[in-house]
């Protein structure tokens, strides 16, 4: 029993001596990834705070760039050590390998499509945390871009989680993107008839966009006629402002400002509409113009000149 134990130690201990160069190894290579991760952390950190630039080459993309290079590390790190792990070359650990490949490839097709999807719209540069936009039908501010999912904190202060994958099939409405100069154009639109001059209406909506809050006087709002209708003029009005996350209340004083100023000049907000009584029970068919047929003689004529 003694020299069976013997044994048994004794082989254990010549398989540990013997697999010690591939254990040397295996730590060499971990140390050499582990340091390499770092240093490149280090670059994108430089480059997503500014202290590094590289010409086209975005801030926002460093945080994505490094998670798929330090993801790629990671798994040339692990082919390179594979062949050195005990065992690797029995036909058990292959096939638990296999195994386990086929259990992720089956369960994360969601997962990979959102990953994927998030760094699309990361190069993209569709949106940035704290911007104003409207995504799949959801409006409100940007609070977290993640790998699987965007934060949404809409206007009712409620977060809306929207995987990547959705976001990335739905159209992206950023008011926040374009604010140059001018900022973003806030437009509304109403029907006035035809009994009130242009003139009088351009004026009154002028005024009410001057009295809104965050509309702004540079450039200065501007009405179009957009239409001339059967009974109505359809007028919209254009004013500027830099408060996208404002613009529930824009809005809201905008069209309480309209009203303030037409009331205020007698101006009914109307859209009038006319009804002709038929007179009658004569028929409204238009008679029928008989011309008279060519004769051979004017056939014959040839035009002058």
């Not at 398989?15 to 582990?34: D, H, K, Q």
């Not at 209406?201 to 179009?224: C, Q």
């Amino acid at each position: 029993m003694i020299v069976t134990v013997v044994g048994v130690l004794n082989y254990l201990w010549l398989g540990l001596v013997g697999y010690l160069p591939n254990l040397f190894t295996i730590l060499v290579i971990l140390v050499v990834m582990r340091y390499l991760v770092h240093l490149i952390g280090l670059v994108f950190e430089g480059i997503r705070t500014r202290r590094i630039h590289i010409h086209n080459f975005y801030p926002e993309w460093a945080e994505t760039s490094f998670s798929l290079i330090k993801l790629m590390i990671f798994m040339l790190t692990a082919v390179i050590i594979f062949p050195y792990l005990p065992g690797s070359s029995s036909p058990a650990f292959q096939g638990i390998s296999i195994f386990i490949g086929v259990l992720v490839s089956l369960g994360s097709t969601t997962a990979v499509a959102n990953v994927v999807a998030g760094v699309v719209i990361t190069y993209t540069r569709a949106f940035q945390v704290g911007d104003q936009v409207e995504v799949a039908e959801v409006r409100g501010r940007i609070v977290e871009r993640s790998t699987f999912v965007t934060r949404i904190q809409t206007l009712k202060n409620v977060i809306v989680s929207i995987p990547n994958s959705m976001v990335l099939s739905n159209n992206v409405i950023n008011y926040s993107k374009n604010m140059g100069q001018s900022g973003l154009l806030v437009h509304t639109t109403i029907t006035i008839g035809y009994d009130v001059p242009w003139q009088t209406v351009n004026d009154l909506l002028i005024a009410a966009a001057g009295k809104t809050e965050h509309v702004g006087s540079h450039p200065e709002p501007f009405v179009l006629q957009t239409s001339l209708d059967d009974n109505y003029v359809s007028y919209e009005l254009n004013g500027w402002t830099r408060k996208p996350e404002e613009l529930p209340r824009i809005y809201s004083n905008l069209h309480a400002n309209i009203l303030d100023e037409f009331h205020g000049h007698n101006v009914e907000i109307t859209s009038p509409a006319f009804r002709a009584m038929r007179d009658g029970n004569a028929s409204t068919v238009a008679p029928v113009i008989e011309r008279p047929e060519p004769t051979e003689g004017d056939d014959a004529k040839e035009p002058a000149g």
